[in-house]
């Protein structure tokens, strides 16, 4: 139904009125919202009508959210922390905003895992995920582990590689503190990262994962001493 | 000065102030979006709460709308709205979408023993028709709220303050569906009527 019609405005007054404070049914509410974003009559009368209601929000006393709200919406969009110390800013700011990308990636590699599980009949689910993503948002590995495994399995994508004598250095980050090594991870497609401890104990408090660029036997100062050129979120299905 | 003038100075200002961080924020200046945040997600919030009635979910939700905030500063027009009414009109509708989709195809608001809805508005803040009332006071329009009966005036009040929508609305009221519908109609007409005369006037 066209609604941009002269004779149908008086209908539209009204699904927009109800549209905006809100009491439209849910399929009305989803159609209005779709045609509106292509017809300028619709989207027209639907402005015009949160305007009028809108005055009505005035006087709600005000609330201020808890601080959690503002980090998340930092680290989701990957902002610079507006206040992180000096020392460790560099290091956090450029985690924040590839953790920020690697999540968007991840949401793509469960979309595409989603879409080949529908063809595929069987598919066993690796419960802790990885995705390592540079600052150009590709992914360069994907790490994955089952739970009680002591190690975890990298994978690399596209031609990820650290470049002529030099080495992979895999690094779980925790939320405080200087990031711990988890190994040098071994040349190959599909490689395993050995660890001391079963992987859900020893990345039980550990939000992210970096990859840095270090010497062929792993960093000498046990810490990262070359760039840090991939990183993302641990994504737990458990 | 009067306090009505004063007060229409102060939005004013406030208005420009945020449309010009939003300005900023559409060429990504984060100082700006930080600075937008302060100065309207303390009023967001508040909305965000009275209609999912959940803290959490609240914080959720104005999460996801300054994500689009961030994303979308640049499809404001400030000739076509204030800016407050831009960002409150994401939230709630971000809010509302959320209740529409919990809604399809689940039961009525949950009732006690007696009958009674399982829930209330909030006993620790104003009541949804006090607010009405009070935004009338606000934009000098306690004539618009006056014209309105006692039934639509609530039903009004409880649609914009809580997201109610037509359905959850009878088994609150405990009126027909019809009932509710007409008095929702009825009163945005006359809403229309008085705040476009009171817009027209100032």
Redesign the interface.
């Known amino acids: 139904m066209n609604l941009s019609r002269p004779d149908r405005r008086e209908r539209l007054d ?1 699904l927009a ?2 549209f ?7 399929r009305v ?1 989803r159609r209005l ?1 779709t045609v509106a974003r292509r017809d300028r009559v619709v989207a027209g009368a639907l ?1 015009e009508w ?17 601080p ?3 980090r ?2 930092e680290m ?2 990957g ?2 922390p ?1 206040r992180v110390p000096a020392r460790e800013a560099g290091w956090l700011r450029r985690i924040a905003f590839w953790r920020a990308l690697s999540i968007a990636s991840l949401i793509g590699v469960v979309v595409l895992g989603v879409a080949e599980w529908r063809r595929a009949p069987v598919v066993v689910p690796a419960p802790l995920v990885v995705v390592l993503s540079g600052a150009d948002a590709k992914v360069g590995l994907i790490a994955t582990a089952t739970r009680g495994e002591r190690y975890l399995t990298l994978k690399t994508v596209g031609n990820a590689a650290p470049g002529q004598d030099k080495a992979f250095e895999l690094w779980a980050l925790p939320q405080a503190g200087p990031p711990q090594p988890l190994g040098v991870v071994p040349q190959g497609s599909v490689v395993r990262v050995p660890l001391k401890n079963p992987v859900d104990e020893t990345l039980s408090n550990i939000p992210t994962l970096a990859i840095s660029v270090e010497p062929p036997g792993g960093s000498p100062t046990g810490k990262p001493t070359g760039p840090v050129v991939y990183s993302g979120a641990v994504e737990r299905m458990y | 000065m009067s306090g009505d003038a004063q007060a229409r100075t102060a939005a004013g200002e406030r208005g420009e102030r945020l449309a010009a961080l939003l300005a900023r924020i559409a060429l990504s200046d ?1 100082r700006a ?2 600075d937008l ?1 302060r100065l309207a ?3 967001l ?3 965000a ?3 999912v009635r959940d803290g959490a979910l ?2 959720e939700m ?2 996801e709308a ?2 689009s905030v ?1 994303h979308h500063a640049g499809t404001y027009d400030a000739a ?3 800016p ?2 831009w960002l ?2 994401i939230v ?2 971000r809010c ?2 959320w209740l ?2 919990r ?2 195809d689940t039961d009525p608001l949950p009732t006690n023993d007696d009958g009674a809805p399982a829930w209330e508005p909030p006993s620790d ?2 009541s949804p028709v006090d ?2 009332i ?2 009338a ?3 000098a ?1 306690r004539g618009c709220v006056d014209l309105l009966e006692s039934g639509p005036r609530q039903a ?1 009040a409880l ?3 809580q ?4 359905r959850e ?1 009878a088994s609150h009221l405990r009126e027909p569906l019809g009932t509710v519908k007409s008095w ?2 009825r009163g ?2 006359t ?2 009527r008085c ?2 005369a009171a817009g027209s006037a100032q």
């Not at chain 1, 305007?51 to 709600?60: H, K």
């Open positions: 009204r009125a109800e905006a404070l809100g009491t439209s049914p849910p509410r919202a402005s949160e305007r009028r209601i809108a005055v009505l929000a005035d006087r709600i006393p005000a609330t201020t959210p808890p959690r709200v503002w998340n919406i989701r969009l902002l610079e507006d | 984060q979006f930080a945040y997600s303390p009023h919030y508040a909305v709460i009275r209609i609240a914080e104005l999460q300054f994500v961030w076509k709205s204030q407050i009414t409150t009109s709630r509708n509302l979408d529409r989709r809604e399809i803040g104003p607010l009405l009070a935004a006071d606000a934009q329009l009004i649609a914009f303050f997201g109610l929508s037509h609305l929702i109609r945005l007409a809403l229309r705040l476009d």
